[in-house]
């Protein structure tokens, strides 16, 4: 199943790292002359930072290091701004001890009379 809490984290981390490497990528871009090249340094910045960031500040390990780096680079706080308040816990969405069911599919058994 899905694990939306580690989604959310990732994403949080993401939003932290895309500050740091957008602020680099500013200072730095002048060495670039073709916006082709810029993209590529982009995210080879973002994949190094990425996972130097993630094993040095969090507990997250390489493979979702990755993810977070990719995430940066693609634009993190978009995707959470997008998602925010979606995200629930699987938990959540199956501890409900009830079920709403509308009042025309309630079928009546018996008579009322």
Same mark, same amino acid.
């Given at each position: 199943?899905? =694990?939306? +809490?580690?989604?959310?984290?990732?994403?949080?981390? !993401?939003?932290?790292?895309?500050? &740091?490497? $957008? @602020?680099?990528?500013?200072?730095? *871009? *002048?060495?670039?002359?073709?916006? +082709?090249?810029?993209?590529?340094?982009?995210? %080879?910045? =973002?994949?190094? %930072?990425?996972?130097?960031? $993630?094993?040095?500040?969090? +507990?997250?390990?390489?493979?979702?290091?990755?993810? &977070?780096?990719?995430?940066?680079?693609?634009? @993190?706080?978009? /995707?959470?701004? !997008?998602?925010?308040?979606?995200?629930?816990?699987?938990?959540?969405?199956?501890?409900?001890?009830?079920? !709403?069911?509308? *009042?025309? =599919?309630? /079928?009546?058994?018996?008579?009322? =009379?």
């Amino acid at each position: 199943m899905l =694990n939306l +809490s580690l989604l959310q984290q990732m994403l949080v981390v !993401a939003i932290a790292l895309s500050t &740091v490497t $957008c @602020a680099f990528i500013q200072k730095t *871009k *002048k060495f670039f002359p073709c916006s +082709s090249c810029l993209v590529i340094y982009n995210f %080879v910045v =973002n994949l190094v %930072v990425g996972v130097l960031f $993630c094993t040095t500040f969090t +507990s997250v390990d390489f493979p979702n290091s990755l993810w &977070v780096s990719f995430f940066s680079f693609i634009g @993190a706080d978009t /995707i959470y701004k !997008a998602l925010e308040g979606k995200l629930k816990d699987y938990s959540s969405l199956v501890s409900n001890d009830y079920i !709403a069911v509308k *009042k025309s =599919n309630i /079928i009546s058994v018996g008579s009322d =009379n």
